[in-house]
């Protein structure tokens, strides 16, 4: 099947032969990345819970007027780093609610007792605490950001995020999933897409499938992120993952995607996109989840020893020594990596700031992977 065809229809993915969508898939993955799988070890710091956009599927999210609505301090910020540390974390993965203050007095309170006016640059200097602090390097989720916003924040992460999820406008009317939320428009996340490139961020992305959107749509996101990291070389890696139904949501009652429909949008994905964008399914939101490896991925994303997922409660990170058994089992080796990803380590790339990219660099191996694998050598 040649570029063309791929960008023009998807049919080859939404109604071909799975097996042999799969096995292409594969096939990608293993000349690229061969039968090694990777995940990054991280405590987890949901900084806010607060947020200007009301998400249908989201949990995380606390209205400022519920109890459960906080900013973490810069106390328990290092209390979970410590921990992480002393549990052989190597990631410090903060993620946020969207610029809560813009439309909540008691979010901008909030930051004003904690001397801020800007939750990015609490952000900022909570970072620098991580990495004065302790030996873990900061991953920072923070959604949608202006240039101004990764100038602030690039020379204390070694990578950002922000999932794409979806390039439907559909999904931002009335009723549907996105509706009334400024930072889920489309557009303003392929700019902080393009913004990360521009400035050179290694950054990570991806689709949230199952709210709605159509396999074309997925397939119209896939080829947009795609087209970022052919003008900028920024992205390091692309999620999918599957919408997951909670008691507390607007969307309660949608139904989940079937593991078919994972499978085909994750080989559709490996076969999209640059051989060199790892591709990363998240282990704890399926009980099958090692078929995923069928598919083409190659990580399995970031998982806690230390802190549950915020973003996901309900469903527990796998325990590392059994996922590593499950892995070989299915003919693959598991290994830690850091939270930015090998290609971007050697000292000429240009991506990581120069002192943050000297602690990645002496934390890894020559191939790029962590050099303490903490879960080969811990007892049971």
Not at 99 to 115: D, T
Not at 192 to 204: D, H, I, S
Request: glycine share 8%.
């Amino acid at each position: 099947m040649n570029t063309q065809s791929l960008s023009t229809g998807t049919a080859w993915a939404e109604t071909g032969d799975l097996r042999a969508l799969m096995t292409r898939a594969a096939g990608i993955r293993d000349a690229q990345w061969g039968r090694t799988v990777t995940y990054s070890r991280k405590a987890f710091v949901p900084l806010t819970n607060m947020c200007r956009d009301t998400c249908g599927y989201c949990t995380f999210v606390k209205h400022p007027d519920s109890p459960e609505a906080n900013i973490m301090t810069p106390e328990q910020v290092l209390a979970v780093a410590q921990k992480g540390e002393r549990e052989g974390c190597k990631e410090l993965l903060f993620s946020l609610g969207e610029k809560p203050e813009l439309r909540y007095e008691k979010a901008r309170k909030g930051l004003e007792r904690l001397g801020y006016s800007r939750l990015t640059d609490y952000l900022r200097d909570m970072c620098e605490l991580v990495l004065t602090e302790t030996s873990l390097l900061p991953h920072v989720n923070a959604g949608t950001l202006t240039d101004d916003e990764i100038d602030v924040l690039r020379p204390v992460s070694a990578s950002m995020g922000m999932m794409l999820e979806t390039v439907s406008r559909r999904l931002t009317r009335k009723g549907q999933p996105h509706y009334a939320c400024p930072d889920k428009v489309p557009v303003q996340r392929l700019r902080t897409l393009e913004r990360a490139g521009q400035k050179q961020v290694p950054f990570t992305t991806g689709l949230l499938i199952g709210i709605g959107e159509t396999f074309a749509e997925r397939i119209e996101a896939l080829h947009a992120i795609n087209a970022a990291h052919a003008r900028h070389g920024h992205i390091q890696e692309v999620i999918i993952q599957n919408f997951q139904r909670k008691p507390d949501i607007e969307m309660a009652n949608h139904p989940e995607p079937a593991l078919e429909d994972m499978l085909r949008t994750i080989a559709a994905a490996r076969i999209i996109l640059a051989p060199e964008i790892s591709l990363q399914a998240p282990p704890n939101l399926s009980a099958r989840h090692i078929a995923y490896l069928e598919a083409g991925i190659n990580d399995w994303g970031g998982i806690s020893p230390v802190t549950i997922d915020f973003i996901n409660p309900q469903h527990e990170w796998p325990e590392i020594r059994a996922l590593a058994r499950s892995c070989s089992g299915a003919g693959f080796e598991l290994r830690e990596r850091l939270t930015v990803y090998p290609r971007y380590l050697t000292g000429d790339s240009g991506f990581i700031n120069p002192g943050v990219l000297a602690r990645a660099a002496g934390m890894a191996q020559e191939n790029g992977l962590a050099r303490d694998q903490r879960h080969i050598g811990e007892t049971a």
